[in-house]
Structures are given as C-alpha cells and as structure tokens.
C-alpha cells in the first residue's frame, strides 16, 4: 500500500513496504512524446546521480527504478529535516557538517541544484535528499550558484540564524574543498547580478 507523502513541482513522493517511491509527473503544457522521452531521462540521471553522491555523502539509497514507470525506489530515511529542527539543534556542528557534503559532492562534480533546508535530513548523520534538479558540471559558477540556493534559502526561511549557519557551512566547505577562494569570489558575482535584477 502506498502512502502519500508529498508532491514538489516535479514528482510524488508514496512512502511504501518501508521504502520511498518517487513518481515524476508528466506536464500537460508539453507534447506527449516529448514529455515520455523528458521524464525517462531525468528519472536515469536522478538515479545515477544518487547513486555517484552515495559514494561520498549520506544519501537514500537507490533499490530500483523504471524508466517505463517514472518511478525510483529509495531506502526511507527515517530523520527530520533540517527546517524543521534549526532552532534546537547544535547549529555549529551541523552546518559545518553540510558545508563540508556539499564540499565534497562539488569536488566529484556533482551539482545539488536545490540545496535548501528541506532537502537535508538530520538523523544519526547528516542526509542529502532530492537530487531532481542536480547535474555533473566541474564549472566553478555552477557550484557557486549552488551556494548562493542555500544562502537565499536561509535568508528566506531562517532569517534569524541566516548569517551564523551560513558562515559555519563555509567552515565546513572550505575544509574539504581545494577550489573555494575561486568559488568564493564567484559567489560574490552571483550576489551582485541578483542584486542588479531586484533593482
């Protein structure tokens, strides 16, 4: 039996057996062929990329997945997400924790591309979940956009703590990452064009 869990802008997610099913929705606004061939692809590279990020950070594991049906199957992650728990927790060992991942996810090339508060689940590690919109890319303003998701995404939803977690995330990355005076600077830039578009 399958139990809803949740729908974002691009699949349902069914907790089901003690699993997770991830179901990618198909876009009426799009032609149906075109949409097959769309939802088969995103559904390989999802999977794959999961299974690359594996190798280097906590992330659900992938127990099947049907390019026919859409669908990955992944290990259920039974923890809660960072959203939810960033006023009790310890927020220094934390976000030090998720900057070193994302370090380490941007050495092997992988680009998260939704890095937020709700795709980082806290249990007895620190899970990175949702890679839907992630991609391989070496590209040093790929993995500063990446940092600036997670910067606007603190500013936006946990304001209050914003600055803090943030500066302990660039802790944690600048120990694992070789590249982050390049990132750093690129990030810089990023902020300044999204600035540039507000006014």
């Known amino acids: ?21 991830k179901e990618r929705l198909s876009k009426d606004y799009r032609h149906k062929d075109l949409d097959m061939s769309i939802r088969k692809k995103n559904t390989r590279k999802e999977a794959k990329l999961l299974q690359k990020a594996g190798e280097y950070i ?48 941007h050495n092997a090339s992988i680009i998260h591309g939704d890095l937020t508060t709700s795709n980082i689940l806290i249990h007895d590690k620190v899970y990175f979940i949702d890679f839907g919109l992630g991609f391989i890319s070496t590209k040093i ?46 990030l810089d830039k990023v902020e300044k064009r999204g600035h540039y578009k507000q006014k």
Do not use: W
């Not at 039996?1 to 099913?21: N, R, W």
């Open 58 to 105: 906590p992330v659900p594991k992938v127990l099947g997945h049907s390019d026919k049906e859409m669908v990955i199957q992944m290990e259920f992650i039974e923890g809660k997400k960072l959203r939810d728990v960033i006023e009790s927790i310890d927020r220094k060992n934390i976000f030090t924790r998720v900057g070193r991942k994302i370090a380490k996810l």
């Open 1 to 21: 039996m399958k139990i809803f869990l949740h729908e974002g802008a691009e699949a349902k997610i069914y907790f089901s057996d003690g699993t997770v099913i």
């Open 141 to 186: 303003e790929d993995k500063a956009v990446d940092l600036h998701i997670i910067k606007k995404a603190l500013e936006s939803k946990h304001y209050t703590h914003a600055e803090e977690c943030f500066t302990y995330l660039l802790e944690g990355y600048t120990e694992e990452n070789k590249e982050t005076e390049a990132i750093l600077r690129r």
